[in-house]
């Protein structure tokens, strides 16, 4: 396996992906696996072989070992045509992730971390986090038979705890700044030999590319003009434009997306960068907002992610918490019921197209990043209504509908 480079995102220095770093040492941006270039893919039948598997080509690095897999990738990519008419636009398809094997799309970056921690030798793996990434890290942690520590808040409700610990990792709740708790178990884990795969780990991020790689072929190469990621650290985003840019100096496809950054109203520190054509974010004070699993108030990829924006000519969108509610009852009316994080990507066409920065000419692709089975909490916010009828009145009943 050859030595490939890590490469910082801000500065540009180079490392080698055998140091098993995750930020530049020098100006602490997150780093990132150089580019692909002439992959190709598999020509086997997909039904007989993974997602990694199919597009082994564009991970030269990274050893792929079937019985670490649990079925991640190859989610469905569904055309709405109702909510596209609804929205505005020409065409509207929602990448469903909710179908992955822990119910959203960490998996795809949580497989290869594990594959990489796997192939370094290291027989312990840990993250930081209070939702998607820790249910994932715990499940894929323990089929592969790995000491797994899961760092969560001390404030953290035993509804997001148990779900956690169902898989048998030590789950740790900690008490102190959970923001700095991201970069002191980066410290922590290489004075002990713990792999971290945390939010924008280089070998986390990098297996997000495979949803590119997926909408590429479902859609026969004729890629959207808008791809919609609701985003919390910034590592999906970036990672899944990777994905386009190694198909298209591979040759797969003859444009790029413009990316486009959907957070909440309130905690939104990308977009309020965005909008006031900042280069750096700054921590969003107050976070409050009903899309847990993108409330970052301090997204570690945050800078990156403004430059990516810049660099494709993407977009940046909130949406308050009526619009996020009303997207999730949208969505769910056309037979998914995703968490409120992911409704965040269809609210933000909505409102980009009322705007006039999405048109009517535009194809979009919305990412659903998990499921709503996560977090039922949401149904206290939703007027949801029951009928009642008695068996024998209820032939007659039925006609009122």
Same mark, same amino acid.
């Given at each position: 396996m050859s030595d490939y480079k890590l490469i910082c995102t801000g500065c540009n220095a180079e490392y080698s992906?055998?140091?098993?770093? %995750?930020? %530049?040492?020098?100006?602490?941006?997150?780093?990132?696996?150089?580019?692909?270039h002439g992959g190709k893919i598999s020509s086997k039948n997909p039904l007989s072989e993974s997602s990694l598997e199919r597009y082994k080509?564009?991970?030269?690095?990274?050893?792929?070992?079937?019985?670490?897999?649990?079925?991640?990738?190859?989610?469905?990519?569904?055309?709405l045509n109702d909510l596209a008419k609804e929205a505005g636009v020409a065409e509207l398809y929602f990448?469903?992730?909710?179908?992955?094997?822990?119910?959203?799309?960490?998996d795809r970056g949580t497989v290869t971390g594990v594959?990489?921690?796997?192939?370094?030798?290291?027989?312990?793996?840990?993250?930081?986090?209070?939702?998607?990434?820790?249910?994932?890290?715990?499940?894929?942690?323990?089929?592969?038979?790995?000491?797994?520590y899961v760092l969560?808040?001390?404030?953290?409700?035993?509804?997001?705890?148990?779900?956690?610990?169902?898989?048998?990792?030590?789950?740790?709740?900690?008490?102190?700044?959970?923001?700095?708790?991201?970069?002191?178990?980066?410290?922590?884990g290489k004075e002990q030999g713990i %792999?971290?795969?945390?939010?924008?780990?280089?070998?986390?991020?990098?297996?997000?590319?495979t949803l590119a790689f997926e909408i590429c072929e479902q859609l026969n190469f004729d890629i959207p003009d808008y791809i919609v990621v609701p985003t919390s650290a910034g590592g999906h985003i970036r990672a899944i434009y990777r994905g386009f840019e190694e198909f298209y100096h591979s040759g797969y496809i003859k444009k790029l997306p413009k990316m486009v950054c959907a957070q909440a109203a309130g905690c939104s520190p990308i977009v309020r960068a965005f909008e006031k054509n900042e280069d750096h974010i700054t921590r969003f004070e107050n976070p409050h907002t009903i899309a847990h699993a993108i409330e970052n108030p301090l997204p570690p990829s945050g800078n990156e992610t403004l430059r990516l924006l810049k660099k494709c000519n993407g977009l940046a969108e909130s949406v308050?918490?009526?619009?996020?509610?009303?997207?999730?009852?949208?969505?769910g009316e056309t037979g998914l019921f995703v968490q409120p994080a992911s409704a965040v990507s269809y609210a933000a066409v909505k409102k980009l197209v009322k705007k006039g920065k999405i048109?009517?000419?535009?194809?979009?692709? %919305?990412?659903?990043?998990?499921?709503?089975?996560?977090?039922?909490?949401?149904?206290e916010h939703h007027n949801l209504t029951c009928s009642e009828t008695k068996l024998e009145d209820l032939g007659e009943y039925l006609k009122n509908f």
């Open positions: 992906i055998k140091e098993n770093l %995750c930020r %530049c040492p020098h100006c602490g941006e997150p780093l990132e696996i150089e580019m692909i080509d564009f991970f030269p690095f990274l050893e792929i070992k079937k019985e670490y897999l649990l079925g991640e990738g190859f989610t469905p990519l569904l055309p990448k469903n992730e909710t179908v992955n094997p822990t119910w959203s799309f960490k594959l990489h921690a796997i192939s370094n030798g290291f027989n312990k793996i840990g993250t930081v986090s209070t939702g998607n990434m820790a249910v994932s890290v715990a499940a894929y942690g323990s089929h592969a038979n790995l000491d797994t969560v808040s001390k404030n953290l409700p035993p509804e997001k705890l148990n779900p956690i610990a169902i898989y048998g990792c030590h789950l740790i709740k900690v008490d102190g700044d959970y923001g700095q708790l991201y970069y002191d178990s980066l410290k922590i %792999c971290f795969i945390n939010s924008d780990a280089p070998f986390r991020i990098v297996g997000y590319k308050t918490e009526d619009e996020i509610l009303e997207a999730q009852k949208q969505i048109t009517a000419k535009d194809r979009v692709a %919305c990412v659903l990043t998990g499921s709503g089975l996560k977090y039922t909490a949401v149904f």
